[in-house]
Structures are given as structure tokens and as C-alpha cells.
């Protein structure tokens, strides 16, 4: 199998969609996907131990898209750039985070209230009764690198807009690449000459 990383891929351990956490095996294909992007990448006899099979629902997206033939498209220009970084909001350039109070309990982890009948004192769904909605340590909003795109940045590829994070994926993979937008769908299409081939989801933008 190809030197790249599918776990960067796949989706992250927070998501409930547990069978999207792994790369998958699709006639002759490692798959990854985390429901905004796919790669699949051709697989060398004897290097598919731990794939798993992919459920229905992801086996048909694959089939109806033709990802597993080799579609001719159009060289990506390497005049195509990401955004420039800005400053991270959530730890003001850090990359580190300090403690953050819950305003809904004052860091008590309950509420109280009452009403005619009754006093309730219960836990804070907030803060899940921690008394904190945000604990120290490396800020995720940014990865600890104390920059992050904004929400409403995007890279433009043959009328596709995506998110810069997944232009850098792209960007990552070896070998030349091409790319086919399918407006209709907001899918980009890709495929590397390494043999490589997906496709990404644009941003849905006014």
C-alpha cells in the first residue's frame, strides 16, 4: 500500500459513526473517509490485514461514484493556494488554554432553583457539573499551534469550495494531481498518478 497516512482520513475518535474511525478494504482499495472526504488507495497482495469491510451504505457511495475506475481529469494548478492562518481566538495565539469558569453555575458544577412547590439543586448540564466548560492544557481549536483558518475560509478548486484543512490533505498526497469539480453535487474529484483517487465535499456557501 501507498506511504500515506488514511488515519488523517478517517474520522476522529469523538464520532459516533464508529465504522468511519478505521480505514476499510473495497475490491482491491484501503478506504478512508470521515463523511466529508474519501480516499481510496490501491492495495499490494498481502498488505490488507486489518481492513475491515466497509458497511453498505459507504460500499455504495463508492460504486456509484466510480472511485475504484480511473477517471480523466484536470491537472491541478499550482497556483491553487491556501489561506493564511489567523491568530487563534480561543488561546489568543498560545496554543494553550487556561481554566474557563461555567457562567451558567459560576463553577459551583450545580444549579439551583425553585418554584412554588419545591427547591431543586441539580447537577449543571453545562459543565456536566465540573464547574468548568473548558479545562488548562493545549487548545484543540487550534491543535497548539496557536493559528487556525477562520470558519468562513475556503480554497476554490474548479467551483468547489473546501475547507483549507482538506486542500492541505490534498495537497499531502504524493504523485501529480488532478482534479474534476461536479458543481451539482459540490463533490471535487481527485486522483494522483501514484494510483490514488477520492473526493471532497465543498463548503455549503451562499
Known amino acids: 500500500m501507498n506511504s500515506v497516512d ?9 464520532d459516533r459513526r464508529t465504522y468511519l474511525r478505521e480505514p ?13 472526504v474519501i480516499i481510496l488507495v490501491p492495495v499490494l497482495e498481502g498488505s490488507s490485514a486489518g481492513l475491515a469491510t466497509p458497511n453498505a451504505g459507504v460500499a455504495r457511495f463508492i460504486d456509484a461514484h466510480g472511485f475504484t475506475e480511473m477517471q480523466e481529469l484536470n491537472p491541478l494548478s499550482d497556483s491553487i493556494q491556501s489561506p493564511e492562518m489567523s491568530t487563534c481566538t ?4 498560545t496554543g494553550h ?6 457562567r451558567e453555575c459560576n463553577g459551583k458544577g450545580t444549579v439551583e ?26 487548545c484543540t481549536a487550534c491543535n497548539a ?22 486542500f492541505n490533505l490534498l495537497k499531502s498526497l504524493p504523485g501529480n494531481l488532478s482534479v474534476q469539480g461536479a458543481p451539482p453535487s ?21
Open 113 to 138: 432553583f425553585e418554584n412554588a412547590y419545591n427547591d431543586y439543586k441539580v447537577e449543571c448540564a453545562s459543565c456536566n457539573g465540573s464547574g468548568k466548560t473548558r479545562l488548562a492544557g493545549e
Open 97 to 102: 488554554v487556561t481554566d474557563l469558569t461555567c
Open 6 to 14: 488514511l488515519k488523517h482520513w478517517c474520522a476522529g475518535e469523538d
Open 90 to 93: 480561543e488561546c489568543e495565539g
Open 24 to 36: 476499510m478494504l473495497h475490491k482491491g482499495f484501503a478506504v478512508a473517509t470521515n463523511g466529508h
Open 145 to 166: 499551534t496557536g493559528k487556525r483558518y477562520r470558519d468562513h475560509d475556503f480554497v476554490d478548486i474548479e467551483g468547489i469550495k473546501i475547507q483549507p484543512k482538506y
Open 186 to 206: 459540490r463533490m471535487l474529484y481527485f486522483h494522483s498518478t501514484e494510483g490514488m483517487r477520492g473526493a471532497i465535499m465543498g463548503m455549503d456557501t451562499v
